[in-house]
């Protein structure tokens, strides 16, 4: 059963302008986190990776995309919007045998543009992570947050994803210099 993807209010009065943002102001979103996070979000999707032959998005991508939209947004993708959720690029760490990568992921990180325009090189970022708690009790997600998280409200419920804004780490423009305009640049990691 696919667990709920929670983005929790942001911390900050007032609150940051991305977080939660209006449904009209252009955006680009960027989710990632541990593979065995997404996996309780998405179950039953293969997430196989071929190190030779990338999928553009992997299945599971717009799954994860769509689930971003309606939980940042309150409801599903408009079909008859225009640029309502383009898929722009996506991330994939590698499992590797010393410096040789394996077929397999344990990182996974897709974005998208909100109506954004084809034209926009340079788009508003909003960058979200996936919290891992199931295999520390939340010991790591409460030491990146600026605030506390009860790991028993998510642990097989839901799982929880935080922008920026309410994290220790921060940036500006996060992964935009590497979405490229017009085409895909799909990383790998070692």
């Given at each position: ?41 998405v ?135 590497q ?9 790998l990691?070692?």
């Amino acid at each position: 059963m696919a667990l709920e993807l929670h983005i929790p209010a942001c911390i900050f009065s007032p609150a940051h302008p991305f977080h939660l943002p209006p449904l009209e102001r252009p955006l680009r979103i960027q989710i990632e986190g541990p593979l065995t996070a997404i996996q309780r979000l998405v179950p039953g999707v293969s997430w196989h990776a071929n190190v030779m032959n990338e999928v553009f998005p992997m299945p599971g991508g717009n799954r994860l995309a769509e689930l971003t939209y309606r939980a940042l947004y309150g409801a599903d993708v408009r079909s008859g919007v225009p640029r309502d959720m383009v898929i722009r690029d996506q991330y994939l760490r590698h499992i590797a045998e010393g410096k040789i990568p394996l077929n397999e992921i344990d990182y996974y990180g897709v974005a998208f543009d909100h109506l954004v325009p084809a034209d926009d090189l340079d788009p508003d970022v909003l960058q979200i992570n996936i919290c891992e708690m199931d295999y520390d009790g939340g010991e790591e997600t409460n030491k990146h947050l600026l605030f506390l998280v009860n790991p028993a409200d998510y642990i097989g419920k839901k799982v929880l994803a935080v922008p920026r804004c309410c994290q220790k780490r921060k940036g500006t423009q996060d992964r935009n210099d590497q979405i490229l305009q017009g085409s895909v640049k799909d990383t790998l990691s070692f």
